[in-house]
């Protein structure tokens, strides 16, 4: 099927749906937020660690896309696009309160939708990353595990050298696999 990856996400209907959200047709956002809510809230979670202010941050994202979709453009990685405007809400929340929060009981259920998401084992490695990892090797885990994708863009998305991005995955995954085995 054209325009489907790997992961599952339909990059074809993203963009049409953000080309409908430019032209005014504000019911895209439903189909949008319905194929991307996991991946934007695990994202936004990885950097906040914090659930109220994630879902409020969730909320920002989808208004601003809904303001700004005619600011898109196309290049098959709507997703990417997505994940820099809640990045950028997540830098001015926590720009704003200095700080950092532990995260507090965190519930998958949450994140995950009727429709997928991550596996059990997929979420117990999410949920390591973001209780053990730096916050960057916890961004970059999310960005790669969550949202599929590639190292080279998450170079680009968080304004990082590739080798640095590789060295600091390579690292978590290592972290991963040590608490994983004990």
Known sequence: MPGVTEDGNNNEIMEDCLKRLAAGETSAVEKLYELTRSQ??????????????AEDILQDTYVKLCLNADQYTPRG???????????????????????????PDFDWESVVDENGGPDSEDRMLLEAALSGLSEEESQIVMLHALSGLKHREIAQ??????????SKYNRALKKLRKMIGE
Do not use: E, F, H, Q
Request: glycine share 4%.
């Open 40 to 53: 934007v809230y695990g994202y936004i979670l990885s950097i906040l660690r914090n659930t109220s202010d």
């Open 157 to 166: 998305m968080m304004d990082m050298p590739l080798a640095t991005v590789l």
């Open 77 to 103: 990685k709507p997703l990417a696009w997505i994940l820099t405007i809640a990045r950028n809400l997540c830098l001015m929340k926590l720009r704003g309160r200095k700080r950092i929060a532990d995260v």
